[in-house]
Antibody
């Protein structure tokens, strides 16, 4: 059974930093690209960042480019999101999700439950 | 920026057919994917590549594509289908993943 379990969320002040983690199980982790997708209550999901199977290629939404970095440790079946210079508008539930590539983009066949990030003064 | 437009809510009685639409200019060139999300749970993929159903998803879930509007169809709706449904696709260049705003399906 595929499982994705996120951690690391919390309350942080604007300008602060957080590091999110996602531990994967039930599949061969380094066979897949992975993404972070966030949700604000009452709104649709927003893709934040993605990383290919070996970490050699990454992508970011314009809203987080230059502030967030993504990485993975295949030996630990883990995905990370380093979030710096956090803003109030980054407040959301952050999910990690397994990517399936189709014609140059991705869809997400498994998602974790998410970890909540709250940016507030 | 590119948007996918969904109705905010759809209501049907048990046993009826629910149709949830997703509209976007690029949908003639990009596949659409549908996710079901129940309160407090992770999203679950229910349709991929417009009309394909993942293993484990009931046959009552199907999808259709009519140009710039795609439709998630749930035939013989059951109480357990009450959830938020999101469509996902890409912008016209295929560069960015885009999600719709979600449709709340209520089973009366």
């Amino acid at each position: 059974e595929v499982q994705l379990v996120e951690s690391g969320g919390g309350v942080v002040r604007p300008g602060g930093s957080l590091r999110l983690s996602c531990v994967a199980s039930g599949f061969t982790f380094d066979d897949y690209g992975m993404s972070w997708v966030r949700q604000v209550p009452g709104k649709g999901p927003e893709w934040v960042s993605g990383i290919n199977w070996n970490g050699g290629s990454t992508g970011f939404a314009d809203s987080v480019k230059g502030r967030f970095t993504v990485s993975r440790d295949n030996a630990k079946n883990s995905l990370y999101l380093q979030m710096d210079s956090l803003r109030v508008e980054d407040t959301a539930l952050y999910h990690c999700a397994r990517e399936i590539p189709v014609a140059g983009i991705y869809y997400f066949d498994f998602w974790g439950q998410g970890t909540l990030v709250t940016v507030s003064s | 920026s590119y948007e996918l437009i969904q109705p905010s809510s759809v209501s049907v009685s048990p046993g009826q057919t629910a149709r949830i639409t997703c509209s976007g200019d690029a949908l003639t060139r990009q596949y659409v994917y549908w996710y079901q999300q129940k309160p407090g749970q992770a999203p679950v993929l229910v349709i991929y590549k417009d009309s394909e159903r993942p293993s484990g998803i009931p046959e009552r879930f199907s999808g259709s594509n009519s140009g710039t509007t795609v439709t998630l169809i749930i035939s013989g709706v059951q109480a357990e289908d009450e959830a938020e449904y999101y469509c996902q696709s890409a912008d016209s260049t295929g560069t960015y993943v885009v999600f719709g705003g979600g449709t709340k399906l209520t089973v009366l």
